[in-house]
């Protein structure tokens, strides 16, 4: 069985290198909605497959990171970088571009991480996530299965190159969220939400 849990972020980028001129030279934003997919054979003891509520703290807390920021590449120009980072408080860096296709390998590769290192304590069982699907637009996605998000041919995401503003870190419940993330150290999903 799959289940969905859907989130949006407003967030402004440029991809450069795309064929279109002005997504390749002018900083414009996208309203994303961004789906998460999680399957598993198994119901847990209140007969889910994973209880919507538990996505609503670790989960939406880094997808949320995404909401009313900028998306840096760390491989666009050095200058570009620093001004954007002096001039918005909300910015996050990323080792690979910004797009849409980009997007869902590292949203799932940061959620999978999560996941991974979360306990189950309601008898969740071989939960897994299943895909990221990222809407740029009401017409155009990007979706990511496992295989996507660990290519070797689209190169490999490193968490330990993805960074957030401090303002982000500090809206967080826990402003060392990501760094537990990171460090792959347990989380523990309450029985009840």
Known sequence: MIIR?????????????????RC?????????????LF???YLDNGQMVYDFGLMKQGM?????????????WDGDDEQYIADMKRHSN???????????EQFSRV????????IWFTKMVNGEKMVRLSSIIVHETETGY??????????DIM?????????????????WNDPQLWERVKSGEGFTNPTTV
């Open 5 to 21: 849990k859907s989130f949006k972020f407003e967030n402004a980028h440029i991809v450069r290198g795309c064929s279109t001129q």
């Open 39 to 41: 399957e598993s054979q």
């Open 107 to 114: 949203i799932f590769v940061m959620i999978d991480k999560l």
């Open 90 to 100: 909300r910015w996050v860096q990323l080792p690979v571009s910004p797009s849409a």
């Open 60 to 72: 939406k807390e880094l997808i949320d990171s995404f909401d009313h920021s900028i998306a840096l």
């Open 142 to 151: 990007a979706q990511c299965f496992r295989e996507d998000a660990y290519s």
């Open 155 to 171: 190169g490999l995401i490193e968490l330990d190159k993805i960074y957030f503003s401090e303002e982000i870190c500090q809206g």
């Open 24 to 36: 390749r030279a002018s900083l414009h934003g996208h309203s994303y909605k961004v789906e998460v």
